[in-house]
C-alpha cells in the first residue's frame, strides 16, 4: 500500500505546538533588572549627551595620548605573545604556583622580597660575590691603621 508524503501547509500544520515541542523554554529566575531600562537604553543615552554634553558616569571619552619612543602596536602584541608562550614552557608546578598568570609571575619578581622564594623555585640565582673581599674589610676606611 502506497502511502503520500506528508507535506506542512497552513492548514495542516500547527506552528505554535512545533513551536512549544522544539523550542528553548527558559524557566529560571531572570537577573535582569528592570529599574535600569531607561537609564541603559541607547536613545536616553543620547538624548542626554545631545542636551548635557556629558556621557554617564562609567562610560569616558576616549584619550589620545602621545607614546613617543614606544613601539608600533603589532610589535608591542608580538612582546606580550612571546611572553605567554615563554612563561606557558614553564614547570606545570611553576605555572601553577603563579596561577598559571603570566602577570601573577611578573607582580611577583617586582618585589625584591620574593628573591629567596625565586631562587628555591629556580627561577633566580644568588649574587656572587668576589672571592677575597669580606664585608668588614670593606666598611673600614682606606688608610686606617690599628
Known amino acids: 500500500m502506497f502511502k503520500s508524503p506528508f507535506v ?16 528553548l523554554l527558559c524557566s529560571d529566575f531572570s537577573l535582569t533588572q528592570q529599574q535600569f531600562a531607561a537609564e ?3 536613545n536616553n543615552i543620547v538624548d ?15 584619550q589620545y595620548v602621545d607614546y613617543e619612543g614606544v ?5 608591542a602584541m608580538n612582546v606580550v605573545r612571546q611572553a605567554d608562550e615563554n612563561f606557558m614552557r614553564m614547570d606545570a608546578k611553576v605555572r601553577a604556583r603563579f596561577h598559571n598568570s603570566p602577570q601573577e609571575f611578573l ?5 625584591p622580597a620574593n628573591r629567596d622564594e625565586a631562587v628555591r623555585l629556580g627561577l633566580a640565582v644568588l649574587p656572587v660575590q668576589p672571592q677575597g673581599v669580606s664585608s668588614s674589610a670593606s666598611e673600614a676606611p682606606a688608610g686606617a691603621a690599628s
Open 48 to 62: 542626554t549627551f545631545m542636551k548635557t554634553g556629558h556621557l554617564p558616569d562609567p562610560v569616558s571619552m576616549p
Open 71 to 75: 613601539f608600533d602596536f603589532q610589535t
Open 107 to 111: 607582580e611577583f619578581f617586582a618585589d
Open 40 to 42: 541603559s537604553d541607547i
Open 8 to 23: 506542512r501547509s497552513g492548514f495542516n500544520y500547527d506552528m505554535d505546538s512545533a513551536s512549544k515541542e522544539s523550542g
